[in-house]
């Protein structure tokens, strides 16, 4: 009975690696939208976020979402995201 290997992907705000599971997906679609994937299984480029809107503000700033998904990201994207970002903490 080997362990399972956890998935472990880096968050692009703190850079801390983590259980994949523990982490937010931001995706680019095919159609270069850019959307938050709650289920993980949408395909798509994909990035990795802690669930805080203080990762989710550094990766901002950083750029790490742009580097990782390779698009320009708009203004109103980062906006749409923070707030799902916020609504995650709530409930959290």
């Known amino acids: 009975m080997g362990m399972k290997k956890i998935?472990?992907?880096q968050c692009i705000g703190c850079g801390a690696m983590k259980n994949k599971k523990e982490l937010i997906r931001v995706i680019k679609t095919p159609e270069d939208t850019i959307l938050i994937?709650?289920?993980g299984r949408k395909n798509g480029r994909g990035a990795y976020i802690c669930q805080s809107?203080?990762?989710?503000?550094k990766a901002i700033k950083n750029k790490?979402?742009?580097r990782s998904l390779k698009v320009n990201i708009p203004q109103e994207v980062y906006e749409q995201l923070?707030?799902?970002m916020e609504s995650i903490d709530k409930k959290g």
Do not use: V
């Open 7 to 9: 998935p472990l992907r």
């Open 53 to 57: 809107s203080e990762c989710l503000k």
């Open 37 to 39: 994937d709650a289920t």
């Open 82 to 84: 923070t707030k799902e």
């Open 64 to 66: 790490g979402l742009e």
